[in-house]
């Protein structure tokens, strides 16, 4: 199993960036992908899991602004950010489930 993030980078508040996690090694289609992050000396957390191909669930903080898609073709799934806050600048991780897998991360940052 391999997950690789890509796409992070520095961006200004209000901007926006898409995230994506290439996937390989197990049966994309079949299986949920979540996006977490981890924030500096915090906890890491869920952004949002791609339940399957239409539905998509968010935490609170990112509804509305953050959106999850998926190319199930190309074992890749996104993470599109607008309206970005200082209080978004983390590492962000992709996750596989059952059995759970962690990218290495992209580290996320929002400053002016």
């Known amino acids: 199993v391999q997950l690789v993030e890509s796409g992070g980078g520095l961006v200004q508040p209000g901007g926006s960036l898409r995230l994506s996690c290439a996937a390989s090694g197990f049966t994309f289609s079949r299986n949920p992908m979540g996006w977490y992050r981890q924030a500096p000396g915090k906890e890491r957390e869920w952004v949002g899991i791609?339940?399957?191909?239409?539905?998509?669930t968010y935490a609170d903080s990112v509804k509305g602004r953050f959106i999850i898609s998926r190319d199930n073709a190309k074992s890749t799934v996104y993470l599109q950010m607008n309206s970005l806050r200082p209080e978004d600048t983390a590492v962000y991780y992709c996750?596989?489930?059952?059995?759970?897998?962690w990218g290495q991360g992209t580290l996320v940052t929002v400053s002016s």
């Open positions: 996750k596989k489930f059952n059995p759970d897998f």
């Open positions: 791609s339940h399957s191909y239409d539905y998509t």
